[in-house]
C-alpha cells in the first residue's frame, strides 16, 4: 500500500477498481500494445479459464521481466482517465470520504494515477524490481477474507475494503465501492453502496445498488442522496 495523503476527520470510506473503471482501458493491455507483448498476453488471457487469478498474474508479470519500470511508467502515463474522475474524487473528499484506489495491476503505476487525482492511497500487487529493472516476480500482499474462494484471486478488494475501513474506524455502513467486473463483485456487494460503473458482467450490475453506464458526472448525479447524508 502507497499512502499518498494523510486525513484527519473521515467519516467514510470509498474504493475504487482502476482499470476499466478509473480508467478507459485494461492497464495490462495498453502496456502489452506499447511493447509488443499482446500475443503472448493473448495466449495467457486463452488460458485464464483453466487458471486461478493469482496463476494468471504471475504469468503476466513475467512478460515484462527484464524491462524497465520507467519505461511502463510513461507508457501507462498515456491511458486516458475516465470524464469527471478528478471532480468526482473531489465531491468525495469535500464530502469527507477517504479514498483508495484497489487494484489487481501494480501499486507503483496505481500510485501515478492517485497522484494525479488525488487519492488518499493506492493498494495493489507490487512488480519486483532490482535497479529499475523488472525481475517478473510478483508480490501479492493485501491478503484474502474467504480461503475458499477468493485465495483464486490476486487481489481481494473486499479483503482491502474491510482493511481499510477496520483502520480508519469507519463503519461499513458509510462504505462505497466502484467496480466493472467480477473482481470486484464482493466489495460492491457488501459495500453499504455498491455501484456497477460500465459494468462488464451482467451479475456485476445485478448486486449493485447501483448502475453507471456513461461517466463520473452522472454517478455524482445519481449519487447525490447518499453523499448528502455527510454533509
Known sequence: ??????????????????????????????????????????????RSESLHGYEVSEAVAQLFAGMRTSDLEMAFDNIKIVSGAKEFIGLLRRTRFLTAIVTDSYTFLASRLAEKLV???????????????????????LGWEKKENCRK???????????????????????????????DLCMIERAAMGVAFRPKDPEVARI???????????????LKPFLDRFQ
Not at 3 to 23: I, N, P, S, Y
Open 119 to 141: 487519492v488518499d492511497m493506492a493498494l495493489g500487487n507490487n512488480l519486483e524490481s532490482v535497479n529499475d529493472v523488472i525481475t517478473g516476480r510478483i508480490i501479492m500482499p
Open 1 to 46: 500500500m502507497i499512502e499518498l495523503q494523510k486525513r484527519r476527520g473521515v467519516r467514510a470510506l470509498a474504493v475504487f477498481d482502476m482499470d476499466g473503471t478509473l480508467l478507459e482501458s485494461r492497464s495490462i493491455d495498453v502496456l502489452c500494445q506499447r511493447f509488443g507483448l499482446e500475443t503472448k498476453l493473448g495466449e495467457i488471457d486463452r
Open 153 to 183: 484471486k490476486a487481489v481481494c478488494k473486499l479483503h482491502a475494503m474491510y482493511e481499510l475501513a477496520q483502520k480508519n474506524e469507519i463503519g461499513l455502513d458509510n462504505t462505497l465501492a466502484i467496480g466493472d467486473s467480477k473482481s
Open 208 to 222: 449493485a445498488d447501483l448502475v453507471v453506464l456513461k461517466d463520473f458526472f452522472e454517478l455524482a448525479e445519481k
